[in-house]
């Protein structure tokens, strides 16, 4: 009977099976950036442990970083502290560290690929949840606690229950201006944001074998969004080609044997998976979220829901969400008035990403009243960005032109949203005060709607721009 | 807690904080992040939502004061993984939770720094939560062994998963010290892996 990538990686990283029942599964890449590592160090350090295999984590800085031009010291004097904080534990570890000097800085989950250090066949983790992002090279890679974080630096293992898998199959052909995002959020509208508790989706069929690698990126980002620790893509020649090349993928003959090995984990052909789901790749249209959590999402030509359709709990839940996005049931979502927009975040801040959402913005004009702002998912992108002109594109349409970092992602940096203002976002949570205000208001949405919208100042639909 | 770690009984008065999908950011805002430890978070506890409101939050609600169990609904602790949600209710007093489901990440937080995570069905979870709202002094106890809880006179059958509760049981939740145990069979795997061990080896 065939494997999956999920059985056959899982398999090649088990050190044993625990007396709790779980697998002490082995981590090959260990990820590490300055919000969720401090305390883990520290607790390693109360253990009088020491890191096992220092050239196997590899650390950035990215939440809690300015984007806005400023350098150290920092004026705010927790952020400084938390540079202090992971400068100090990497100089005692000897844990390779890209910070802004070495010109690789980036949000943790745009490095990794950007720099060769994903590659398919791996386990990856990082404190982290959109570590699912690396999925998208077909490494099983998934989000830990901190308490783990300190687990993986002393043992180079974690304890985890293997999850059952579910097989997400999109055939046939988006439509023009639908994007990677919008094929997530759909699958994310459709299933729930709880209905991958337990599983690690495999996306499957002709929609994302069509896919580049930062489109992947973009799908297996928010599977956990989904309620999926794990998603990936089965790796092939897309996957290898990007790797080709990159700082830390093998070389020469080392890469053709590392090409048979990554084949030979793709899933086979008569795998079994616990659960599959079947989804039209016409039937998606760009989407929007209308509520306070990514599963409460339509088309940009939907109608926002209303409470009466359902019972009970669910019901207050879209009560709840209404209310706090102060939104009318029944109103076209299309041509809600934002005062933000926001292109960036570890799902979508990659460089095509950013050619998309100029492409939209390109000889618009963002109204004086919307904030918009780009920031780069990591140097490397912005030096490519810039070296296509794209940054001229944006500050000509009335843009901020960022330097690398999470930002108003979830606005632990100056960025953030103010009082109860709506922010067209190309992250990935909507949740109550995610932005950084409390009463923020977040439609989350693709690169190319966000320009859309920031240069209308209002929710567009993308596609009638592409024709007009 | 007995002194050797074992976690087989939980007993106090229970806080019930209703809704769907609470996520990690809801549990702590991310402005706490921005501690270097873990301590000062228990006052920080949904903070936002304490906030808005203005002394309504069950967390506010002197009737709840004290209380050890916290009951919640569907997917609760959704989002981001931060280990700053579990330890910030915690470091407030709550010592289990019981709910109708859990994120995933959350849930493994949960049993790595020892609070149990009990599941019970939707009608039942809205049971004890107004139990609890009517009568917020009942004495709650839960046997974490035979995922039984007592709440006054009613009782429920929760479920804990077999390997998670034994680990409660043995006082093995934290599960770094077996990890440590394996050394030699941990450098076995990372000799054997490829993209460690060297391509050319293969
Ligand atoms: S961009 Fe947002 S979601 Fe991604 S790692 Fe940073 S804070 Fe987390």
């Known amino acids: 009977m065939g494997q999956t990538l999920l059985d056959k990686v899982w398999d090649a990283h088990t050190v044993r099976e625990l007396p709790n029942g779980q697998s002490q599964l082995f981590i090959g890449l260990h990820l590490v950036h300055e919000v969720t590592s401090p305390q883990a160090f520290q607790m390693l350090a109360e253990r009088g442990l020491s890191v096992r295999y220092p050239g196997l984590t590899f650390a950035t800085v990215d939440h809690i970083i300015p984007t806005d031009g400023s350098t150290r010291p920092y004026v705010d004097g927790m952020a400084e502290q938390m540079f202090v904080a992971i400068e100090r534990n990497i100089e005692q570890t000897g844990i390779p560290f890209f910070d802004r000097s070495t010109g690789r800085q980036g949000i943790v989950h745009v490095i990794g690929p950007e720099l060769g250090l994903t590659q398919p066949g791996m386990t990856i983790a990082c404190g982290d949840s959109h ?13 830990i606690g901190t308490s783990q974080v300190r687990d993986v630096l002393a043992t180079q293992t974690i304890s985890v229950a293997k999850p059952q898998c579910r097989r997400i199959t999109v055939d046939g052909k988006l439509a023009d201006g639908v994007f990677a995002k919008d094929v997530i959020l759909a699958i994310i509208g459709r299933l729930g944001v709880q209905g991958g508790v337990g599983y690690a989706y495999e996306y499957a069929g002709d929609v994302f074998d069509a896919m580049s690698m930062d489109e992947r990126m973009t799908v297996c980002n928010m599977s956990i969004e989904g309620g999926a620790r794990v998603g990936y893509v089965n790796p092939d020649e897309t996957a290898y080609a990007y790797l080709q090349g990159r700082e830390y993928a093998p070389k020469g003959d080392d890469f053709d044997s590392a090409r048979h090995w990554w084949s030979d984990v793709a899933s086979d052909a008569d795998a079994t998976y616990d659960d599959q789901v079947d989804i039209a790749g016409e039937s998606i249209a760009p989407m929007v979220t209308w509520g306070v959590n990514p599963g409460q999402v339509l088309g940009v030509d ?30 076209p979502i299309a041509g809600t008035p934002i005062d933000v927009a926001f292109v960036g975040s570890c799902t979508n801040s990659r460089i095509s990403d950013l050619r998309e959402a100029a492409r939209v913005a390109e000889g618009g004009r963002v109204p004086a009243h919307v904030k918009a702002l780009v920031v780069p998912g990591s140097q490397q992108v912005k030096t490519e960005a810039e070296a296509e002109g794209l940054d001229d594109i944006f500050r000509a ?5 960022r330097d690398a970092g999470c930002s108003m992602c979830l606005a632990m940096n100056p960025d953030k949203l103010v009082n109860d203002q709506v922010c067209a976002s190309s992250s990935n949570r909507n949740f109550k005060g995610r932005q ?9 949405m693709s690169p190319a709607m966000v320009a859309a919208a920031a240069v209308a100042g209002e929710v567009t639909d993308v596609r009638a721009l592409a024709a007009g | ?41 228990g006052p920080h506890a949904f903070e936002d939502e304490r906030r808005q409101l203005n002394g309504k939050h069950p967390f506010d609600d002197a009737r709840f004061t004290g209380a050890s169990v916290l009951v919640v609904n569907r997917n609760f602790g959704s989002g981001s993984s931060r280990e700053h949600a579990p330890q910030a209710l915690m470091r407030r007093g709550i010592k289990a939770i019981v709910g109708e489901g859990f994120a995933e990440i959350f849930f493994g937080n949960c049993t790595t720094i020892g609070i149990p995570c009990l599941t019970l069905p939707a009608t039942q979870i809205e049971s004890l939560q107004s139990l609890i709202e009517e009568a917020p002094e009942t004495a709650l106890a839960i046997d974490v062994g035979r995922g039984a809880i007592t709440a006054g006179q009613a009782t429920y059958q929760a479920e804990l998963p077999a390997p998670v509760r034994e680990a409660f049981v043995s006082g093995e939740w934290d599960a770094l010290s077996s990890l440590l145990e394996s050394d030699d069979a941990i450098s076995a795997v990372h000799d054997r892996l490829p993209y460690i061990a060297g391509w050319s080896a293969r």
Request: glycine share 12%; aromatic share 6%; charged share 25%.
């Open chain 1, 436 to 444: 950084g205000s409390p009463l923020g208001r977040t439609l989350l």
């Open chain 2, 1 to 41: 807690m007995t002194d050797d770690g074992r976690i087989t009984h939980v007993a106090g008065t229970g806080v019930p904080v209703r809704g769907n999908d609470i996520d990690t950011d809801r549990i702590i805002p991310a402005r706490y992040l921005r501690e270097i430890t873990f301590e000062t978070l």
């Open chain 1, 131 to 143: 570590t699912s992002t690396h999925g998208a090279f077909g490494a099983i890679a998934f989000g």
């Open chain 1, 302 to 331: 939907e109608l926002i829901p209303s409470p009466e359709a359902v019972e009970g709990l669910e019901r207050r839940s879209i009560e709840d969400a209404l209310d706090h996005m102060k939104l009318t049931p029944g109103a």
């Open chain 1, 397 to 401: 349409a009335g843009f901020e032109w």
